[in-house]
């Protein structure tokens, strides 16, 4: 069997592999990223979080996306019945970037990897890793290309960022329940031909559906007149919908979305709608012998914030940095520089995740008098992707003040 050896392999070369193959590549280490579908591919998540371009600076990867033409977002509008709210990212307490842009997935990735093998990552596609090894000095992957050929790579230290594929949980058995609600999600893109003057190009709009607040729309204005759209709600109420295609299951629920269906009421599809049920998972544990997991691989909570590449491109700062310092021999601490730093912003996310679907947060973020106090600076810093920042007392304990300020606006 064929064999190569490398400092650090990287198991999928979506945002959290780009980003931490860039980072390592840059400091000098020998680099082999191994993606098993050819890039530019289709995948949803296309509204990023202003915390994402610090991220995509820190690589230096910036330039080409913003070179690139992507469309401009400065935050998210929400719509329930009569009622509108926006957030204007900007306005927020934590200190960084107000603004990021929504993105069509296949040419962003495309661009990431790309500036990540400019900077000497050696990136494969079309390989599927089909075994993991971990030894004193490293870990070891069977690696299986298109033709089925094997071959074996060794590295000092392997991170998994396969986003919803899970390799290692997969493979070391390391997948856990996870505590969300089983949800599935309905989805298309279409030629959205809107012409309504209130629609802002430049926002996410969420919609809560009229009659049950746990179903909710997106629509994601991208570049040249494309938009995302989808629907979420609980499995076996979108298993009841009418409809024996999800495309069929899309337009039923569309149908009862109010203003959004008024504003896409022109759309016209330009690919298949698509299903993704159970999306949300967990993990025993992010680390273990010469490993860790990165961004989707470990944990998926919910699209309704867009936190999932927000989440995946800190796991690979936060990854690259412990293992960069680990390779120059220096003595690190994976569970609190990593896993511990990590999940103290995926809980905050968590918590809005869950105060949504109980409604506080959907309260809050359509109560009219909520002004430009602290508070509502606080909840927009999350909502823009500054779940890890400790001065913002909403993300050091996110429950109770979520709960306090629902309390205070009754």
Not at 127 to 144: P, R
Not at 229 to 238: E, L, Q, Y
Not at 269 to 279: D, H, K, Q, S, W
Not at 282 to 305: M, R, T
Request: with cysteine.
């Amino acid at each position: 069997m064929q064999t190569q050896n490398c400092d650090v392999a990287i198991i999928g070369a979506g945002p959290a592999g780009s980003i931490a193959s860039a980072l390592l590549a840059r400091k000098g280490w020998n680099v082999k990223v191994l993606e098993r579908q050819h890039f530019p591919r289709f995948s949803i998540g296309e509204s990023l979080l202003p915390q994402c371009i610090e991220f995509i600076q820190q690589a230096e990867l910036f330039d080409a996306i913003d070179a690139h033409g992507f469309q401009f977002k400065d935050g998210a509008a929400f719509s329930h019945k009569d009622a509108y709210s926006d957030i204007y990212f900007p306005d927020k307490s934590s200190e960084g970037w107000g603004t990021a842009y929504q993105v069509t997935r296949a040419d962003f990735d495309k661009i990431l990897i790309d500036g990540s093998q400019a900077k000497g990552a050696d990136v494969s596609f079309g390989d599927t890793v089909t075994a993991f090894e971990s030894h004193a000095d490293g870990a070891s992957l069977t690696v299986q290309d298109e033709n089925g050929e094997a071959r074996r790579i060794n590295a000092r230290f392997v991170l998994d960022a396969s986003g919803f594929g899970r390799v290692l949980p997969r493979l070391l058995d390391l997948e856990a329940p996870s505590n969300m609600i089983k949800r599935r999600s309905t989805f298309c893109h279409v030629k959205d031909n809107i012409t309504d003057t209130k629609f802002d190009r430049k926002k996410i709009l969420v919609t809560v559906h009229p009659e049950d607040d746990k179903i909710w729309y997106w629509l994601i204005p991208l570049a040249n007149g494309i938009s995302s759209i989808g629907v979420v709600g609980a499995d076996d109420t979108m298993a009841a919908i009418a409809g024996d295609t999800p495309t069929e299951r899309l337009n039923t629920m569309l149908s009862q979305s109010g203003w959004m269906k008024d504003i896409l009421k022109d759309a016209e599809p330009v690919r298949p709608a698509l299903e993704i049920t159970g999306y949300s998972a967990n993990v025993k544990s992010l680390i273990g012998q010469n490993y860790a997991l990165l961004g989707n691989a470990a944990e998926f909570l919910d699209p309704v914030f867009s936190s999932g590449v927000t989440i995946a491109m800190k796991s690979a700062s936060l990854a690259a940095g412990v293992l960069d310092r680990q390779l120059r021999g220096e003595n690190v601490d994976w569970q609190a520089d990593f896993a511990d730093e990590l999940q103290y912003g995926v809980n905050a996310f968590r918590a809005c995740v869950n105060a949504w679907y109980d409604g506080s947060l959907q309260r809050i973020i359509f109560y009219k008098d909520k002004g430009g106090n602290d508070v509502t600076r606080h909840v927009t810093a999350i909502l823009a992707g500054y779940a890890w920042d400790k001065k913002n007392p909403i993300v050091k304990n996110p429950e109770r003040y979520i709960d306090v300020i629902d309390r205070l606006i009754a």
